[in-house]
Structures are given as structure tokens and as C-alpha cells.
């Protein structure tokens, strides 16, 4: 006879580093990608090196993204991203922008 917690399936772990970093790796634009920015832009409390590489992949990728689409720094910062972030993900870029 099987009990109740034998018939339950089996929690799966959610990682909620990795759901901000799809996101930011997806292509759509939406309010998921918008809080996920804003959510990596308060992250300024950790000095850049010390964020997940995964992470700051993303926010490359991101940036990189905004930036080839035309988008301006202060459009980029009215996507939710925080100056320092954006300073630190150029730098990577190693790009610059008005």
C-alpha cells in the first residue's frame, strides 16, 4: 500500500538565478524581462566580479542586445538596468555609448 507522500511526484528545485538569467538571455521583450533587469540592476550592492558569471553573461547579452537595436545608454537604463550595471557590462563590451 502506497502512502500519500509516495504518490506525491517529486519536488523539482527552482533555481531562481537561472530563471533571471533566461529572461535576460530571451529574445522577447515583456515584463518578466523588465523586472529581470531591474532585478539585476539592484545587485550593485555586489562589486561585478563577484556576480554569477552566468549573470553577467546575461546582462552582456542583454546590453549587447539593446545596443545593437539601436538603443541609446538612457534607453537602456529606462529598461531597468542601474548606471552601474551598465557601466560594468560595457566595460566587458568593451564598447561605449551617448
Not at 71 to 94: F, P
Amino acid at each position: 500500500m502506497k502512502t500519500q507522500e509516495q504518490e506525491s511526484t517529486p519536488a523539482v528545485a527552482v533555481d531562481p538565478m537561472e530563471d533571471l538569467c533566461q529572461a535576460l538571455f530571451s529574445t522577447e521583450e515583456g515584463a518578466k524581462k523588465k523586472a529581470a533587469r531591474q532585478t539585476a540592476g539592484a545587485m550593485t550592492q555586489r562589486p561585478w566580479p563577484q556576480l554569477p558569471s552566468r549573470l553577467r553573461s546575461a546582462v552582456r547579452s542583454d546590453i549587447g542586445r539593446l545596443l545593437d537595436g539601436g538603443k541609446g545608454r538612457a534607453q537602456i537604463l529606462e529598461a531597468g538596468y542601474s548606471a552601474g550595471v551598465v557601466n560594468q557590462a560595457l566595460r566587458d563590451l568593451g564598447r561605449s555609448v551617448a
